[in-house]
């Protein structure tokens, strides 16, 4: 299986800075045929189910906000908060799918400071 | 906009099989690959499995041995079996649109394995 790890486990950043999860993979994600990266993003707040952030490493899901972004080679990858705002606390998961069984990242809690 | 909704039991006893329904509503079963994600209390998801709207399936290994997902389209529901199961399988189960990454999540169940 392929292993995701993230970093770090937690961090706490104040309203309107930016905050940074980074993502890391046993092996590369990246697809040479179609030059895709099979990895996304995850936001999850407390009693609700993981919601969709970013898939494709880069690709935004429609309805989330502009201040998220993904980014990323191979198996270094990147979440990107730039403008912090309350209803952002959450724990944040990435996940590879790029082979089977998908895994996933052991999740990132952000916290406002 | 599509729904999940996951049903059955809370509560399964050790070595039982535990059966969860997944219900599709605003779309149809009919288009796409849907999948089983569990989270046990503290730990990071973990993904069962994914079916074809056609039957065609896909497991985690590690899991494969106790583990079935068929599809009911005539009632837009696709379903979980998990065999032999003990403590360990303890977790929030989600039945989930997709088979890499999920764009629609059910708002999940829990089950406990206990006596």
């Known amino acids: 299986d392929i292993v995701m790890t993230q970093s770090p486990d937690s961090l706490a950043v104040s309203l309107g800075e930016r905050a940074t999860i980074n993502c890391r993979s046993s092996q590369s994600l990246l697809y040479t045929s179609n030059l895709k990266r099979y990895l996304a993003w995850y936001q999850q707040k407390p009693g609700q189910p993981p919601k969709l952030l970013i898939y494709?490493?880069?690709t935004r899901e429609s309805g989330v906000p502009d201040r998220f972004s993904g980014s990323g080679s191979e198996t270094d990858f990147t979440l990107t908060i730039s403008s912090l705002q309350a209803e952002d606390v959450a724990v944040y998961y990435c996940?590879?799918?790029?082979?089977?069984?998908?895994?996933f990242g052991q999740g990132t809690k952000v916290e406002i400071k | 906009q599509v729904q999940l909704q996951e049903s059955g039991p809370g509560l399964v006893k050790p070595s039982e099989t535990l059966s969860l329904t997944c219900t599709v509503s605003?779309?149809?079963?009919?288009?796409?690959?849907w999948s089983w994600i569990r989270q046990p209390p503290g730990k990071r998801l973990e993904w069962i499995g994914y079916i074809h709207f056609s039957g065609s399936t896909n497991y985690n290994p590690s899991l494969k041995s106790r583990v079935t997902i068929s599809v009911d389209t005539s009632r837009n529901q696709f379903s979980l079996k998990m065999t032999s199961v003990t403590a360990a399988d303890t977790a929030v189960y989600y039945c989930?649109?997709?088979?890499?990454?999920?764009?629609?999540w059910g708002q999940g169940t829990l089950v406990t394995v206990s006596s």
């Open positions: 605003g779309g149809s079963i009919s288009a796409n690959y």
């Open positions: 989930v649109r997709g088979r890499g990454s999920a764009d629609s």
């Open positions: 494709w490493a880069y």
């Open positions: 996940q590879q799918y790029y082979s089977i069984p998908p895994t």
